[in-house]
């Protein structure tokens, strides 16, 4: 069968995470979480105390950059100069941060090449923002997923709980706020790549949208 390039784009909350990595793993693809590496880019550039709008300290920075994916027991970890900082990136700091630095053109450009770079041989799925709409606009299958605000914030909530004090009304307002960044930066804004499937998993398990999913791939 085939090898395909799969992206499945969609605002925070809304699934992609689990559902990406079931899709990738019930086709036996390499599933790549793009969201990731901006947030490894923001965790650096927060490290080395680089402002989220300075372009020549961004540029600077990504160019000493080897970011990487790495898979082990206990899942797909990221490797930021060979320091694992999956663990580190999944605050709402960084998640805020990640949005601000995705908007800039120095960071797009090098992530752009890398994304690029990993999705040379196919047989994978990447997750993201953009990924249908600018890093792969020839990608064989587009899906864009979405939820409501309030699904969306509930289960962001659930995956934060143990790491912050935020309330569910708190993350939905981070997330409402992070949706209307996306929307309208001048560079790569999120949207559905126009051949994209869009489903709404609001009222759907995660079966049930890989399902969908699979058969559309078929077809």
């Given at each position: 069968?085939?090898?395909l390039?799969?992206?499945?784009?969609?605002?925070?909350?809304?699934?992609?995470?689990t559902?990406?990595?079931e899709?990738?793993?019930?086709?036996?693809?390499?599933?790549?979480?793009?969201?990731?590496?901006?947030?490894?880019?923001?965790?650096?550039?927060?490290y080395?105390?680089?402002?989220?709008?300075?372009?020549?300290?961004?540029?600077?920075?990504?160019?000493?950059?080897?970011?990487n994916?790495?898979?082990?027991?206990?899942?797909?970890r990221?490797?930021?100069n060979?320091?694992d900082?999956?663990?580190?990136?999944?605050?709402?700091?960084?998640?805020?941060?990640?949005?601000?630095?995705?908007?800039?053109?120095?960071?797009?450009?090098?992530?752009?090449?890398?994304?690029?770079?990993?999705?040379?041989?196919?047989?994978?799925v990447?997750e993201?923002?953009?990924?249908?709409t600018?890093?792969?606009?020839?990608?064989d299958?587009?899906?864009?997923?979405?939820?409501?605000?309030?699904?969306?914030a509930?289960?962001?909530?659930?995956?934060?709980?143990?790491?912050?004090?935020?309330?569910?009304?708190?993350?939905?307002?981070?997330?409402?706020?992070?949706?209307?960044?996306?929307r309208?930066?001048?560079?790569?804004?999120?949207?559905?790549?126009?051949?994209?499937?869009?489903?709404?998993?609001?009222?759907f398990?995660?079966?049930?949208?890989?399902e969908?999913?699979?058969?559309?791939?078929?077809?």
């Amino acid at each position: 069968m085939k090898r395909l390039l799969i992206t499945i784009d969609g605002p925070a909350g809304a699934g992609k995470t689990t559902v990406s990595r079931e899709l990738a793993d019930r086709l036996g693809y390499k599933y790549i979480d793009t969201g990731a590496l901006y947030r490894g880019v923001a965790f650096e550039a927060r490290y080395a105390m680089v402002g989220q709008d300075d372009d020549i300290g961004l540029e600077n920075l990504c160019n000493t950059l080897n970011l990487n994916f790495v898979k082990d027991e206990r899942g797909l970890r990221l490797l930021s100069n060979n320091s694992d900082i999956t663990d580190q990136i999944r605050t709402p700091e960084i998640s805020m941060m990640a949005s601000a630095v995705s908007a800039r053109p120095v960071v797009r450009k090098y992530l752009l090449g890398l994304q690029r770079n990993l999705g040379r041989e196919k047989g994978v799925v990447f997750e993201g923002r953009d990924m249908g709409t600018v890093v792969f606009p020839d990608a064989d299958k587009k899906f864009y997923l979405d939820a409501s605000p309030r699904v969306r914030a509930i289960r962001r909530y659930r995956e934060l709980e143990s790491k912050t004090s935020q309330t569910v009304e708190e993350v939905e307002r981070e997330i409402r706020l992070r949706d209307e960044n996306d929307r309208k930066r001048e560079t790569a804004p999120m949207k559905p790549a126009d051949d994209a499937l869009i489903l709404d998993s609001t009222d759907f398990s995660v079966n049930e949208v890989v399902e969908m999913m699979l058969s559309y791939i078929s077809n």
